[in-house]
């Protein structure tokens, strides 16, 4: 089998690890726009369009840390080493990454430098999926021919900003957190932050050290509990924007300079033709089995797609789990049982009141999705343990934003975690 991986990032990584691995009989090519691995862990200080006309893939700024331990970071069969703290920053990441990739000698597999441009699946022929692939360099187009693809383009790229009245009749600056780099281009600024996410949150922090004030607007009906720095206060959403400010749904008004959108991404594959059977749907990837697996066509794999979870061991249960399916150690359900699957979950996740655009939404529900892919496929599961870290740092980093980063932890067994 000839398997196409486009993107090596942390989930091409992964997904170049098993295929590579002995395990099953195939030829592997994985297709990478820039010039190395690590996906959205990959600092530039460019924004906008890239030296080849592209939109600048990844959102990484200067000053990240994670806002997960380490001891859920790693894969299963490559953990990150032991380092004094728990909470890493991105370069320490991207070096995990690169050194994953060398470990398991994976570069050899990877294709710089080339921009997906199309997929589809293959009119008649032996093989089900053609991909024009842009050698960026040369500036060449070609087409080759694959047997299944796995798609691992990440999901935070495409800035999701919400269509606000008086969009077009601020004055002021507006800024997405994809295009944030430094917190010095708000220097004695008013900003007020839309959005009260893992990044909003941070990022709030981070700005109000050159800020003179920080508005941090969200939907919360209560106040977050986070002790924020003095020059930092929470008000509910904006309700509009006006030629020098925002109004919000409370009735109240404030003078702002920036509006930082801080309200996340989009799901975007502009490469897969309408044939390829995937679409977006109020920010839900569907039709998918398990958030995974293209029901039209199943020999494509959407890898990464649930977030607020441990990423990089979910990559690794995802494709292990496709793979055991691919190379028929397990059969697919008939199509009309995975679309049911899909509209039982999208169901059963409405009555728990979440929107679609939050169906792939996992964070304290996110063990049950992992033993229910290693149960289906019959593969090995994740430990109990990543679940139950990933919901402590969690905790704490709504109930403690200062200082939060500071705990370290250390993993006993597959069950239990102690903090030092």
Known sequence: MKIAVIGAGSAGLAALRHCTSGTYDCEVVCYEKTDQVGGTWVYVEETGLDRYGLPVHSSMYKNLRTNLPKEVMGYPDYPIPDTPASYLTRTQILGFLNSYCDHFDLRKYIRFLRNVELVKPTDGGDRKWTIKVKDLQKNTVTNESFDAVMVCNGHYFKPSVPNLKGRNTFQGQQLHSHDY???????????????????????????????????????????????FPDNVIQ???????????????????????????????????PFLDPTCGVRVDSNMVTPLWKHLVSIENPTLALIGIPFYVCAFSMFDLQVRFVLKFWFGKKDFPTKADMLQDEKDELEKRATEGLRKRHFHQMGFKQGIYYDDLANTAGITPLPPVLTKLHNESSTRFLDDLLHYREARYKVIDDYNFIQL
């Open 181 to 227: 780099r430094t917190p010095d281009v708000f220097l004695d600024k008013t900003v007020v932050v839309l959005g009260a996410g893992p990044s909003g949150m941070d990022l709030a922090l981070e700005i109000s050290t050159k800020a003179t004030r920080v508005i941090l607007s969200h939907h919360s009906k209560d106040p977050i509990g986070t002790v």
């Open 235 to 269: 008000k509910p959403d904006v309700k509009e924007l006006t030629e020098n400010g925002v109004l919000f749904d409370d009735g109240s008004s404030e003078s702002v300079d920036v509006v930082f959108y801080c309200t996340g991404y989009e799901y975007s594959f």
